[in-house]
């Protein structure tokens, strides 16, 4: 199993961004995912999570901003960022079990 993510950018606080997990060797609908997010001194934290069957779960901070879901006919998993805050600023990461795409750079400026 490979991921690549993509999408990260520079925007402006209040802004949006949709990034792209693209998996190769499985299928996107058999398994779970997951989005993480390291900023400088900081440990990585979990984001979002996508079940199997589609259950989703989200860090605190960003519930009602950011959302996981699955698409079936680019074989990825997508992270839409809305109302995107300065603190949203980090490295982030899809997962897969024990596989790490390569981080795409989120930078908020107030």
């Known amino acids: 199993v490979q991921l690549q993510a993509s999408g990260g950018g520079l925007v402006q606080a209040g802004g949006s961004l949709r990034l792209a997990c693209v998996v190769s060797?499985?299928?996107?609908?058999?398994?779970?995912y997951a989005w993480y997010r390291q900023a400088p001194g900081r440990q990585r934290e979990l984001v979002a999570g996508?079940?199997?069957?589609?259950?989703?779960n989200y860090l605190d901070s960003v519930k009602g901003r950011f959302t996981i879901s699955k698409d079936n006919a680019q074989n990825s998993v997508l992270l839409q960022m809305n109302n995107l805050k300065p603190e949203d600023t980090a490295l982030y990461f899809c997962?897969?079990?024990?596989?790490w795409g390569a981080g795409t750079q989120v930078t908020v400026s107030s």
């Open positions: 060797g499985i299928t996107v609908s058999r398994g779970a």
């Open positions: 997962q897969y079990r024990t596989t």
């Open positions: 996508i079940t199997h069957g589609g259950i989703t």
